[in-house]
């Protein structure tokens, strides 16, 4: 394969099919931290097919600074008013961004109002709770799509068209990093992501591990089969979970394995690599939304730098999930997308534990 033929047209956005005619979306933003208001927020203010008419608070004196902050923004409530229907007139989906623990409660209160939900990755901090949440969508008959912005990423959509048209051969092997450190980024001194209670069973691999994880998963275009994993945490703020670092292996159909690692306590990293039987292809940086990404392609002597139009990941995400809503298809991410991952996840921390490998369908059942 020529890899000048093969890099030389893409459509970033080729899941579009309304425009701002057709809309907008009004979301109501639930969980006012820092990603919402720094990320979430003016990511929908400068996107083509929503806008933020509702923000929701445990405290309403922040949803109100907020609200006045904002001239799309129409009404400031709490969390009990979202659960009794207030507002409702003044939304057509929630974007809920709440610790994982509180995920479902205000799925099920949206649910219940009849409202689409854009639902954080991962799903819950359990996961009996995460089919719960899926369930209560399903029920009520409403749309539901986990966050999972890298599946409008231009680099990894293009990575995974390259994939697919045999740029590197057959897929092989993939290595996937993401690191951070969150008592740096993060300003609060006690990160609801180290309490099990909110988070889930872990942290690194909770909250950023799911990236390489998942990324792969859709460039790849494989569900993970089996997991394996190891993990410690030395740092004294890591005491109550067990992987302020994680290292973890994952089987996808196919044959494909995965060489993962993801830290809360490392310099910022992320990158994800894909090698094949006649190449190999890698998107370094990849996950972190403020950063631009690179796409490089190398087939025997030859490597190229694919050209990728920087974007705002989240303006994306959001524009993808309004675009469904209004032409009325489902989204690739789904429920059931989600529920994959938790199953991933948990075995990772269940192979951790207990050693050995874990099939994923099996976890949880």
Known sequence: MDL???????????????????????????????????QAIPAVAAGELCETTVVVSSSREKAERVRDDHGT??????????????ATDAYDAAYVCTPNAYHL?????????????????????SIDRAERLAAAADEA???????????????????RELIDAGAIGEPALVHGNMSERILELVDDEQPWRLDPDVVGPGTSVMDIGIYPLNTARYVLDADPVTVQGMMASTHEAFDRVPDERAAFTVEYEGGVYAACTASQN?????????IGTEGELNVEPAFYPWQDRALRVTRGDTTIEAGVEGVDQMTEEFDY?????LSDRPFYADGEHGLVDMRAI?????AADAGGTVVVDEVGR
């Open 321 to 325: 999930f309004a675009d469904c809503l």
């Open 4 to 38: 000048a033929t093969a890099l030389a047209a893409f459509d970033r956005r080729d899941w579009q099919t309304a425009d701002a005619d057709d809309g907008p979306v009004r979301v109501a933003m639930l969980g006012l931290g820092w990603w919402t208001i720094e």
């Open 141 to 159: 008959g409403i749309p539901l799509m986990i966050a999972y912005r890298m599946h409008t990423e231009p680099a990894v959509r293009r990575a």
């Open 266 to 274: 490392a310099a910022s990293a992320s990158n994800l690599r894909v």
């Open 346 to 350: 948990f075995g990772v921390y269940e």
């Open 105 to 125: 409660e205000y799925v099920e209160a949206a649910a219940e109002h009849g409202k689409a939900v854009l639902c954080e990755k991962p799903m819950e901090a």
């Open 73 to 86: 923004i129409e009404r400031a409530i709490t969390y009990d008013e979202f659960v009794a229907g207030e």
